[in-house]
């Protein structure tokens, strides 16, 4: 092969790895053999050309792949990944073992949609225990990873959260913060942070967390203080002053973070401080607040509440969070529970009252359809994110049977997953 023709391939395939999302095929359809189409004679000369090109292209393929790994942030949109990805996804972290029958969900994190994590609890003696699952089949099939001793109780448990940005590096948090950076073959307890942690989020090498004030080992609900560190590290230093609401929380899309203060003013995050934007809500006071793209910032605000209901008026910056503008207005059912963007234009608002609802726009907001409702529900829904334009994930922690919904069609329609050993 001339070295013209050899360099026009390298640029062709660089193009191409450039452009892989985390909904590209995987390796298992990509080899699956080809619908019936060409002749013989067309399918064998395909055939050749195909296998020297691959002869000349595959190690690049194979390490542009690898480096493209993505993650979720669930509370806000898709993550991308960082510079530990290229390393940490290789780890695959303690053995699997049996998912106890009954393991009910609390919380969700995906690295990928393949691989993901769970935590919630399962029949134990007479009581239950605090149960980490893990898939690497897309939800297929389950086992469970081994969670720190003083944390098998889930009823003086210090976490009801999980989150991990890589195959390597996770954490269980809220109130306390335990961290692992082998894929959860060990863990350890994070003490430094010096209170309770509210929110926890990671995306490009960095972990984010809001701190809250010590009240007898309680949040005041209200302020808190912005924590980040390197992702394979327990190195978390203030990044910013007191006073940042944490129900709105954090959200992340790749390098991109926002949060907001309690008066509702966006604050963008970056590793040297907190740097003030706009105020979307003029009437009413933020809810949920969500990175929707490297400009792209949604926010809900939530006002004259009343017999569940409430009004939720969804706006759009598309500056970083500086400027806004009103996209509409989602049905008035229920109060909001969270936010979720699969893109710039789709957006997924959970509101729950004596029941729990999914309403979703695909138009930016004009327009509102309701995709779940639960009426047997009513309790907050948590980890509402998109781990790319099409695949979602929430957790409906309804009683008696908790829930894991997904969705694979950008949120139009919502199931249970089954936890399957």
């Not at 695959?92 to 393991?103: E, K, N, V, Y």
């Not at 899309?253 to 590793?271: E, N, R």
């Not at 009343?306 to 049905?331: Q, V």
């Amino acid at each position: 092969m001339s070295a013209d023709l050899e360099d026009l391939l390298r640029q062709a395939l660089h193009q191409r790895a450039d452009g892989i999302v985390p909904n590209q095929p995987e390796w298992e359809d990509l080899l699956a053999p080809p619908a019936p189409g060409p002749p013989a004679r067309r399918q064998r000369l395909w055939l050749v050309v195909a296998t020297a090109a691959m002869a000349v292209l595959l190690p690049f393929l194979v390490v542009r792949y690898v480096t493209r790994i993505s993650h979720v942030n669930v509370n806000g949109g898709p993550g991308s990944a960082g510079p530990e990805a290229s390393t940490a996804s290789l780890t695959s972290g303690p053995p699997d073992a049996p998912l106890p029958a009954g393991f009910v969900p609390a919380s969700v994190t995906r690295i990928s949609l393949r691989v993901e994590w769970v935590l919630g609890t399962s029949p134990c003696g007479a009581g239950r225990c605090s149960t980490l699952a893990r898939s690497r089949d897309s939800g297929a099939t389950w086992h469970s990873i081994l969670v720190p001793g003083p944390l098998i109780n889930p009823d003086s448990s210090g976490v009801s959260r999980v989150r991990f940005a890589n195959a390597n590096d996770g954490w269980l948090f809220g109130p306390e913060v335990w961290a692992t950076h082998d894929g959860g073959t060990s863990w350890h307890q994070v003490t430094a942070l010096g209170g309770p942690v509210t929110t926890l989020e990671a995306a490009a090498g960095t972990v984010w967390s809001l701190v809250g004030p010590s009240q007898g080992g309680a949040t005041d609900g209200v302020s808190a203080t912005v924590y980040a560190a390197p992702v394979a590290t327990d190195d978390f230093k203030p990044v910013g002053p007191d006073a940042v609401v944490t129900s709105a929380g954090i959200s992340l899309h790749g390098k991109v973070g926002f949060t907001a203060t309690p008066d509702g003013t966006i604050l963008a995050l970056a590793a040297g401080g907190l740097d003030k934007r706009g105020e979307p809500c003029n009437v009413g006071s933020l809810a949920a607040l969500a990175a929707a793209g490297d400009n792209d910032v949604v926010a809900v605000c939530a006002g004259d509440p009343g017999a569940g209901s409430s009004t939720k008026t969804l706006l759009l910056s598309h500056d970083g969070g500086r400027t806004w503008s009103t996209a509409g207005t989602a049905p008035r059912g229920g109060q909001v529970a969270g936010l979720g963007a699969a893109s710039t234009h789709t957006f997924i608002v959970a509101a729950v009252s004596g029941a729990s609802y999914f309403y979703r726009t695909s138009d930016g907001g004009r327009t509102w359809t309701t995709v779940f409702t639960d009426s047997e529900a009513g309790a907050p829904i948590t980890d509402l994110g998109f781990t790319d334009p099409s695949h979602g994930v929430a957790v409906l922690p309804s009683m008696p049977n908790p829930e894991l919904l997904v969705s694979s069609d950008a949120g139009v329609t919502w199931k249970a997953q089954p936890f399957k050993p």
